[in-house]
């Protein structure tokens, strides 16, 4: 039985999901015992590994020579922000203790990308994309908002890692989304994976640390890599291939959900009420966002 675009799409963003929402348990788990620069050589080393793997046995290694000048360009410039906006997401990890907060904060991407889209791309929003943002912006100042009245004490500590990092990972979104067509997802996670284990490498090797760490920490780093800098990206990037973005917002709002049960039986955790309930207005705020893409491209289909 033959597989519709449409359904491969949903499979993968799916995939990517249940993948990336396992990242923030790994992760916070091996972050409990290593530093970042030590969970970054590790985590990405692995990552690179199986991608690299996963090229040669696609034999997509002839991707490379068809690039244009202008499309290596690109991949400089991706590779950089990656390298940012990921230190941002682990550090983010690192600082707040529970890793539910950090995805429910995150669910403010969408709406970055919808607002970048309207300055860069000149793309036009509509009502439902706008309470969306407006829900999404609202849902993460009440998880993040302390309740002190003082500007420099006002949110959690770690909130700002979060904002930076879905800010650096809407400019990705838009930059991949116009370029998907043109460079390999198998390239794009090649190129990410080397920039952020060199960035590693050089920030261990900086700041003189060692590279012995626990087995309990390799443990999980090694099983979050195969989430994280491999499954997670690629089947990210393929589903892009079969969906447009708005429906692949639909499944990622989910991940929060995933995040929230993994942290309960890993970590015993459970969020406060305020922050469930921040939360749940996130996830509100990116589905209007989708369907309000959905009902502007059979509006647009219409016509």
Request: aromatic residues 16%; glycine residues 6%; positive net charge.
């Amino acid at each position: 039985m033959k597989i519709s675009d449409s359904v491969k799409g949903f499979l993968l963003a799916l995939v990517s999901v249940i993948a990336v929402s396992n990242v923030y348990i790994f992760s916070k788990v091996a972050l409990n015992e290593v530093s970042l620069p030590q969970f970054g050589v590790y985590w990405f080393a692995f990552g690179l590994l199986w991608i690299l793997l996963y090229a040669w046995y696609k034999k997509s290694f002839t991707l490379f020579k068809g690039l244009a000048r202008s499309c290596y360009l690109v991949l400089i410039f991706l590779g950089l922000i990656e390298v940012v906006s990921t230190y941002f997401f682990f550090k983010a990890i690192y600082t707040i203790s529970n890793p539910s907060i950090v995805s429910f904060i995150g669910n403010i991407a969408p709406a970055l990308i919808i607002t970048l889209s309207f300055f860069i791309l000149k793309e036009r929003f509509n009502s439902l994309e706008f309470w969306g943002i407006l829900l999404a912006i609202v849902g993460a100042f009440i998880i993040s908002y302390k309740g002190n009245s003082s500007v420099d004490d006002m949110f959690i500590e770690g909130a700002q890692y979060v904002v930076y990092s879905s800010l650096l990972n809407a400019i990705n979104a838009v930059i991949i989304k116009k370029k998907i067509e043109k460079i390999h997802p198998t390239v794009l996670t090649i190129n990410r994976s080397m920039y952020l284990l060199l960035f590693s490498i050089i920030a261990l090797i900086v700041l003189k640390e060692s590279l012995a760490i626990p087995f309990s920490a390799l443990k999980n780093i090694f099983i979050g890599s195969l989430l994280g800098p491999f499954l997670t990206v690629i089947a990210g990037y393929l589903a892009l291939q079969y969906i447009p973005l708005s429906r692949k917002a639909i499944i990622t709002s989910t991940r929060g959900l995933f995040v929230l049960v993994g942290s309960y039986l890993y970590f015993g955790e459970f969020p406060n009420t305020i922050a469930l309930i921040g939360g749940a207005v996130t996830i509100i705020g990116v589905l209007l966002i989708a369907f309000g893409k959905i009902r502007f491209q059979k509006t647009l289909n219409a016509k």
